[in-house]
């Protein structure tokens, strides 16, 4: 398909040509207006009672812990399931968690295994405003201390789990994108969309003949050259004039 038959094709179908254009406007104009998102995370960490053995609560790693902070997770979230990344560093925001949160227990196992190695809860929260992420992620931190607090119910005070935040004052980021690299994107693929569509609506034997392939039900003319159909005239003409020479004789 050469380019000018490309041009006959979109002139044929102007319509299409219209329509993607006028997509590519609108979705144009929303990605340059496109607000962003703000986004945070803490991390709450699980602490062992201390004693005179284990006087500092942060040094100490134990299976315990890390059920504790499962079970807490699984009663904050309720039935809700989150996709498995291969990296747990992953934020929601590159999820596509623009107005949300989660509350996970960090697996260092990737996407085909588990591996939970760290007695810590993954606090992530994103919203409109940063107003509106600091109160979701000081609800969210509060519920954990709660459902720990309803798990260790009539545990003596010098042998229950308490919790911390890392770091205190979590900081809050902002992601605004890249709106001309949105732009780009958006009319490649309107481009892409008008090809294919030109070629479902033209005719199937124009996409054959652009392809250099003869439909079946086109006849098939013999053509001859000029150079041919000379020569073939002057073997006749030759024929003619030996037949004429042996009747005189």
């Known amino acids: 398909m050469t380019i000018w038959d490309t041009t006959q094709a979109l002139l044929r179908h102007w319509y299409v040509l219209i329509g993607a254009v006028m997509i590519g406007l609108l979705a144009s104009y929303s990605a340059m207006h496109e ?12 602490l062992a009672p201390t004693s005179a053995v284990n006087p500092n609560a942060l040094t100490v790693t134990s299976s315990d812990l890390i059920i ?12 809700v399931v989150w996709n498995q990344m291969a ?20 697996n260092y196992g990737g ?9 810590v809860l993954d606090v992530q929260v ?16 509060d519920r954990i201390n709660t459902e720990l ?6 545990t003596r005070a010098s042998d229950l789990i308490t919790t911390t935040v890392v770091p205190a004052d979590p900081s809050i980021f902002f992601f605004g994108g890249s709106p001309m ?36 039900d086109v006849p098939r003319h013999r053509t001859t050259s000029k150079a041919g159909r ?5 073997a006749r003409g030759s024929e003619v004039g030996g037949a004429r020479r042996s009747a005189q004789r």
């Open 126 to 141: 994103s919203g409109p405003t940063p107003e509106d992420v600091r109160a979701r992620q000081r609800t969210l931190i």
């Open 111 to 119: 996407q085909w295994s588990k591996v939970y190695s760290r007695q």
């Open 87 to 106: 990296d747990p560093a992953a934020t929601i925001v590159g999820q596509g968690i623009l107005d949300g949160s989660t509350v996970q227990l960090p």
């Open 68 to 79: 504790a902070a499962g079970a807490v997770a699984k009663r904050v979230n309720g039935n």
């Open 181 to 216: 690299r949105a732009v780009a994107m958006i009319w490649v693929l309107c481009g892409v969309g008008v090809f294919a569509a030109v070629q479902i609506l033209e005719p199937r034997a124009l996409r054959q003949r652009w392809a250099g392939v003869v439909p079946p």
């Open 35 to 46: 607000p962003g998102v703000y986004w945070s995370r803490a991390e709450v960490t699980f």
């Open 230 to 234: 000379a020569s073939a005239t002057t």
């Open 149 to 154: 607090a309803g798990l260790q119910k009539g």
